[in-house]
Structure formats: structure tokens, C-alpha cells
Nanobody, 126 residues
Framework: QEQLVESGGGLVQPGGSLRLSCAASGRAFSAYGMGWFRQAPGKEREFVAAITWGGGTTSYTPSVNGRFTISRDNAKNTVYLQMNSLKPEDTAVYYC???????????????????WGQGTQVTVSS
């Protein structure tokens, strides 16, 4: 059983930065790709970023490319999302998730992730 706990959300002004963390409890964390998704009020959940199990390859949705950076520290069982140049449209609840398949590639399809955190709220507003 895997438990994921996000932290680091909050209120930030446009142009500001936040770093989200997702701590995993499972012993096999380093064998699984991880992803970040977000859901804004009244909208469907959408893919934000993904990273392979080894951390060597990343993927981003176009709207955050160049502003967000996903990374992981397998020694700490933690995945991060550094968010810079934040915009009001980045306001959402952000979720981390673990890939369903060990040692698999990246995907932006949410049904390919089987464990999810509880979410952390990010609000970008002046």
C-alpha cells in the first residue's frame, strides 16, 4: 500500500513561486514513475507533469512548460514540483500520483496512475 502526502501549497501573487512536495510511504518508490495533476473549480482534472522512475526524463503540459520543474529524490521518497512565474490560471488543487506499472514510461493519462495524494491548494491572486 502506498500513501502520498502533498505539501507546500498556499496563496501567492502572480509572478511568484511555490514548491510542492509529495512524500511517499512505500518502500518501492524508486521503481515507479510519478506525476502531478491539478483540478480547478468547475474543471476536469488535468495533467501537469511527469517524471520517470529514475528521474532522467520529464514531461510537461504545454501551459506550464518552462515555468514548472518536476524532480524527485529517491533517497527521500519525495517528488517535487517547482512552480515559477505563477499565473492566476494556475490556481487549482494539485495532486501527486504514482504510476500503476513499475519501471514504466511516462504518461499523462490519469487512469494509468493508481495511488493519489489528498491534494494541496494553490491559489494565485493579487
Amino acid at each position: 500500500q502506498e500513501q502520498l502526502v502533498e505539501s507546500g501549497g498556499g496563496l501567492v501573487q502572480p509572478g511568484g513561486s511555490l514548491r510542492l512536495s509529495c512524500a511517499a510511504s512505500g518502500r518501492a518508490f524508486s521503481a515507479y514513475g510519478m506525476g502531478w495533476f491539478r483540478q480547478a473549480p468547475g474543471k476536469e482534472r488535468e495533467f501537469v507533469a511527469a517524471i520517470t522512475w529514475g528521474g532522467g526524463t520529464t514531461s510537461y503540459t504545454p501551459s506550464v512548460n518552462g515555468r514548472f520543474t518536476i524532480s524527485r529524490d529517491n533517497a527521500k521518497n519525495t517528488v517535487y514540483l517547482q512552480m515559477n512565474s505563477l499565473k492566476p490560471e494556475d490556481t487549482a488543487v494539485y495532486y501527486c500520483a504514482r504510476r500503476r506499472t513499475a519501471l514504466g514510461g511516462m504518461t499523462n493519462i490519469d487512469r494509468e496512475y493508481d495511488y493519489w495524494g489528498q491534494g494541496t491548494q494553490v491559489t494565485v491572486s493579487s
